[in-house]
């Protein structure tokens, strides 16, 4: 086996759709994105022969007093057809060449659920997890748990059902509050315009204010509207809900791979008693439905941390997944026993 820096963004997104098509974290897209936020990123292709096996998305993170480590959230991805043994030994050949390259301390990854630290986590229920598990599917070493992760859990809807199966699987206050805003002639569009994206910064400003926590600039976002895929379908848009003409509530929703993603919301303070923001969620799952989507994502839950948000999605009707874990894995060992240490000592 030998691995290669990516050059043809076609090979890697097709690799991507084939194997794992519910993941953006490790797409050529996503890795495009990160790039034009000043992200340190590498693509890199694991191959056998003429048969290419893997591929891992890589972000080199800089830390304190010059030191670094490697990142590929919900990767590396590898071809379905490889067994668990096979795909254990991808792995190693992974950590053999991060171990070489550079000077990063450790190796944070996250590989979805068809590579296992123990059979016993087969019993979990990890997000998509059907297709991926293998009794064969196991590590013979065990890197650390990562202290620091995305959040555990998210809800997702199953597009595959009807629109009234879905409305029926929601919470009788869900269903309620959508028909309210339909009720009371609240407007939806679509769109991807830079001043549209405006209208959604103004209402954020207003969110974070609110809810009293810290928001991604307004470049953040005209970057994730403007960051192109080479297929089409996969893109950004922002959906508004307007009451007489005023913009009241707006999503940012990523298309991905037959998977729409809730990435963030934000709403005025003004008439929320409509209840926009359940309208606009319920037209997410229509547009994607119409779009051949296979699953609504809404992103992230957490009800320790999150309790409100998180009732809120969850009164959706979905059904909770947990992501795949995330792990470490040193590449300079006396080095990353310091990091740990350090870690432990500051809590």
């Not at 086996?1 to 090979?11: A, F, N």
């Not at 057809?81 to 060449?97: Q, Y």
């Not at 301390?105 to 123990?118: C, E, G, K, T, V």
């Not at 792990?327 to 300079?332: F, G, S, T, V």
């Amino acid at each position: 086996m030998k691995i290669i820096e990516s050059k043809d963004p076609k090979i890697w997104e097709e690799f991507i759709e084939k194997n794992q098509p519910y993941n953006f974290l490790q797409s050529y897209y996503w890795g495009e994105f990160l790039k034009s936020e000043g992200k340190d990123v590498q693509y890199f292709e694991l191959w056998e022969g003429k048969t290419l096996q893997g591929i891992s998305l890589v972000e080199n993170k800089k830390m304190a007093k010059g030191a670094s480590y490697f990142e590929s959230l919900w990767g590396p991805v590898w071809s379905k057809k490889l067994a668990g043994s096979l795909t254990s030994e991808l792995l190693k050949n992974f950590f053999s060449f991060f171990s070489k390259k550079g000077n990063a301390i450790f190796w944070r990854l996250s590989p979805p659920a068809s590579l296992l630290i123990s059979p016993r986590y087969l019993e979990s229920s990890y997000y998509f997890e059907a297709g991926y598990s293998k009794k064969d599917s196991h590590w013979d070493f065990f890197p650390s748990l990562a202290k620091t992760r995305p959040p555990r859990k998210t809800s997702i809807i199953n597009l595959s059902q009807s629109e009234e199966a879905i409305l029926d699987g929601m919470k009788a206050k869900t269903r309620y509050n959508i028909k309210l805003g339909k009720r009371k002639g609240l407007e939806v569009k679509w769109s991807r315009k830079v001043s549209d994206l405006k209208s959604f910064w103004k209402l954020n400003l207003i969110t974070t204010e609110r809810g009293q926590f810290t928001s991604h600039n307004f470049d953040h976002y005209l970057r994730l509207i403007k960051t192109k895929s080479i297929v089409p379908s996969n893109r950004v848009e922002i959906v508004f809900a307007s009451y007489k003409g005023k913009v009241i509530s707006a999503n940012l929703v990523l298309f991905f791979n037959k998977v729409a993603f809730y990435l963030h919301g934000a709403s005025s303070n003004e008439h929320r008693n409509l209840m926009s923001t359940y309208l606009l969620h319920f037209e997410i799952i229509k547009k994607a439905k119409a779009e051949g989507c296979e699953f609504y994502d809404f992103w992230g839950v957490d009800k320790k941390r999150w309790p409100g948000v998180t009732s809120f999605k969850e009164g959706f009707g979905g059904k909770t997944k947990d992501y795949p874990p995330l792990y470490e894995i040193p590449l300079k060992n006396y080095y990353y026993k310091l990091y740990r240490f350090y870690r432990k000592v500051r809590g």
